[in-house]
């Protein structure tokens, strides 16, 4: 909405354990995203939250006999080592559930001043009918609504379905509660349901140009999000809306009770690089959802290493050759269009990746036959040095 600049909010984990390698794949297309919005010329601004005050970080830190705050500084910092080991891009911002208190409170008592959030035996819910428009992002069908009030009290319900009911935004203190805070509107904590519009608008304001998280935010969550943070402001919280699909461990979904959770130390002890975790990752359409297997990993290993040969091939040719073949300056032109044809629409990575290979082969073979200047080679090395600013996985962009 400011020429020139993108404001994005990425939703961060809830930092209550180890991230496994199907969090990690929402966050490596939301880096692609940002590094493509980069090199098409855009300064991207982006918050990437971190949700240290719910339920299940508080049950965790107790189980484990340790502050809430330590323990979640503890997962945070293994998120973000691991996050750098992917190359992915470091937010602007890194707003957290416990550095946003105050926010959440004024965001609450404008929501009690309008109507649309009411106290109840301690408690602050949010009335979602009061706000037009409820579950526009998930289509809801609100028939189905109940004419008896009903009231969701937890952060968090297991599973992929709707809650019809008033929802949850002010845990009030109870006696024995180890975590809360005392504020304007009293003794407790923000629920989960206005962290994070409160760590969106205390970041980067409303409005907002993109809102991205995991697929399954598009129930419930994401919808709460809009109706909280648009009651207050009036204005819509965000132009667009990314959700990525879900990873599957060998056609199914990654659970403990499973045992199937995979964690990128799993694939860096079995010997796979951090660029062949984070290739295979992107290697797809992120609405699409990807199924892990050690042998579709292998592979796409494999497809990366022959493409890094080719480069290299490229990378040394021409030292003797005075003019190239009058392709090359065709095929040159190519593997920046068909990138840049297949980026912008919808972020088809696997597919400007493929084309840019078979371009590359076409090279390959022509670099083989000397057929391509040293000038030529080197410019097809800077194509793919811009590129791989995006992809980061040919080991030619830092």
């Given amino acids: 909405m400011e020429e020139g600049t993108v404001k994005m909010f990425t939703c961060g984990p809830s930092i209550y354990q180890r991230p496994h390698i199907g969090n990690y794949r929402t966050y490596l297309f939301e880096d692609v995203l940002q590094r493509y919005l980069e090199y098409i010329g855009y300064k991207v601004i982006r918050a990437l939250n971190f949700t240290d005050v719910e339920e299940k970080s508080i049950q965790e830190a107790q189980k484990r006999q340790l502050d809430l705050l330590e323990w979640t500084e503890q997962c945070g910092r293994v998120f973000f080592n691991e996050l750098e080991l992917l190359r992915v891009k470091p937010p602007t911002y890194n707003p957290k559930s416990s550095t946003s208190i105050e926010e959440a409170v004024r965001l609450i008592q404008e929501l009690l001043k309008t109507g649309h959030a009411y106290w109840y035996k301690g408690n602050v819910y949010f009335d979602p009918l009061s706000f037009k428009g409820f579950g526009k992002l998930a289509h809801l069908d609100l028939s189905r609504w109940p004419r008896i009030k009903k009231r969701l009290h937890k952060d968090t319900y297991t599973g992929n379905r709707w809650n019809l009911g008033d929802f949850i935004l002010w845990h009030g203190y109870k006696k024995g509660d180890t975590v809360y805070w005392d504020t304007a509107i009293g003794r407790g904590r923000p629920a989960w349901n206005v962290q994070d519009p409160a760590m969106a608008l205390q970041t980067l304001r409303a409005s907002l140009d993109i809102y991205c998280g995991g697929e399954d935010n598009l129930v419930r969550h994401h919808d709460y999000t809009i109706a909280v943070a648009e009651s207050v402001t009036g204005k819509p919280l965000a132009r667009y809306w990314l ?148 992809v980061q996985v040919f080991q030619l962009a830092h």
């Fill in 243 to 390: 959700h990525g699909a879900h990873l599957l461990v060998e056609g199914k979904k990654m659970s403990k009770s499973r045992g199937n959770v995979i964690y990128l130390t799993d694939l860096l002890k079995a010997g796979y690089t951090p660029e062949d975790i984070r290739f295979f990752l992107i290697y797809g359409h992120y609405r699409r959802r990807l199924n892990f297997t050690y042998e579709a990993l292998k592979r796409s290993s494999e497809q990366l290493k022959q493409a890094r040969e080719m480069i290299a091939i490229i990378q040394h040719a021409g030292a003797t050759v005075r003019e190239s073949d009058g392709t090359v300056e065709e095929l040159v032109g190519r593997l920046k269009h068909d990138f840049e044809k297949n980026m912008d629409d919808d972020l088809k990575v696997k597919k400007a990746f493929d084309e840019l290979v078979h371009t590359l082969a076409r090279l390959t073979r022509l670099a083989r036959m000397d057929k391509v200047s040293s000038t030529d080679a080197q410019r097809i090395i800077k194509t793919l040095e811009t590129i791989d600013r995006v």
